[in-house]
């Protein structure tokens, strides 16, 4: 399985920005998708998920600002961050959880740089 991450760039305070992540690489079944971010220095946390049933889990720190939505025909997973604040500087990655064989696997991105200036 292959994520491909783009939309990441240079913001300011109170900006927007919209992160794609598109799924590709065989025949799998995609439980949930989702985003995480690390800051330098800070272990990667949770931003957001969605499972296949449509349902969504937020971060605290981002309820209210950022929405997670997925396209199953595109196997593509958005995510749209509004009111963008500085400590939402990080790089961003998106997270595939996949069923294989009647195992979960966590698959990655490479990972895109979201930076917003004060």
């Known amino acids: 399985v292959q994520l491909v991450e783009s939309g990441g760039g240079l913001v300011q305070t109170g900006g927007s920005l919209r992160l794609s992540c598109a799924a590709s690489g065989g025949s799998f079944s995609i439980n949930a998708l989702g985003w995480y971010r690390q800051a330098p220095g800070k272990q990667r946390e949770l931003v957001a998920t969605?499972?296949?049933?449509?349902?969504?889990n937020y971060a605290d720190s981002v309820k209210g600002r950022f929405t997670i939505s997925r396209d199953n025909a595109k196997i593509t997973v958005y995510l749209q961050m509004n009111s963008l604040k500085p400590e939402d500087t990080a790089v961003y990655y998106c997270n595939a959880l996949v069923l294989r064989g009647g195992y979960l696997y966590h698959y990655w991105g490479q990972g895109t740089q979201v930076t917003v200036s004060s």
């Open positions: 969605t499972t296949k049933d449509g349902s969504t």
